[in-house]
């Protein structure tokens, strides 16, 4: 799995958009972009995966340039029940791999 | 929707003592895996386990632990001889093969006192 840089912590408040960038400068040409979302005493959730562009759900979007070194996860309209660590994950994914998670990105939501 | 179900939620154990950890993955998927998070920490993974044998383990993976899947629908993680150490959130994990990104389950915190 490629090298992820992502930051430690992050606080916004209530009804703001949130972006979580990701740097993985080695992403190799097969790799793919995956955030999972773990929240206090839960397991990791599977929030969102892309190749490039931008790819959109019910939870939040992925945008991902054209050179694919980054990646931002946006959450829109946050609430209070978004506040969880963040993993950004990037790797070629085939079907059984595992999953190494790095430490993540803690965001806080205020009132 | 489907869950990944584990039990106990808490379990609290002597050092010494051995403990089984049990999981129900979903129905329908094929590979099943054990993580776990000490207090505070990253998620670690344990061991990935294909087609009734283990496909992949970890360091932390050593001769105290084991996995199995008794019948056809638990798998279950013993620590023959729990060490303070192995106190942690244990989760389980399952997934089709067929797509990435597997489930977890809501994880057993175990104590070892």
């Known amino acids: 799995l490629a090298k992820t840089t992502q930051p430690i912590s992050m606080d916004s408040y209530e009804g703001q958009e949130v972006n979580i960038t990701c740097s993985h400068n080695?992403?190799?040409?097969?790799?793919?972009i995956t955030w999972y979302q773990q929240f206090p005493s839960q397991g990791p959730r599977f929030i969102i995966q892309?190749?490039?562009t931008k790819v959109t759900n019910e939870v939040a979007s992925l945008f991902i340039p054209a050179d694919r070194k980054s990646s931002t996860l946006s959450l829109p309209r946050v609430s209070l029940s978004d506040t969880a660590v963040y993993y950004c994950l990037v790797g070629l994914m085939n079907r059984d791999d595992k999953i190494i998670f790095g430490k993540g990105t803690r965001l806080h939501i205020l009132p | 929707e489907p869950e990944v179900t584990q039990t106990p939620s808490h379990q609290v154990t002597q050092m010494g003592q051995e403990v089984i950890l049990r999981c129900v993955p979903i129905?329908?998927?094929?590979?099943f895996y054990w993580y776990r998070q000490i207090l505070g920490q990253k998620v670690e993974f344990l061991v990935s386990f294909y087609n009734n044998e283990i496909s992949e383990k970890s360091e932390i993976f050593d001769d105290q632990f084991s996995v199995e899947r008794p019948d056809g629908s638990n798998f279950t993680l013993k620590i023959r001889s729990t060490k303070l150490e192995d106190s942690a959130m244990y989760f389980c994990a399952s997934g089709t093969g067929l797509s990435y990104g597997y489930t977890f389950g809501s994880g057993t915190r175990l104590t070892v006192v």
């Open positions: 080695n992403i190799a040409t097969n790799d793919y």
């Open positions: 129905s329908n998927h094929l590979y």
């Open positions: 892309g190749y490039k």
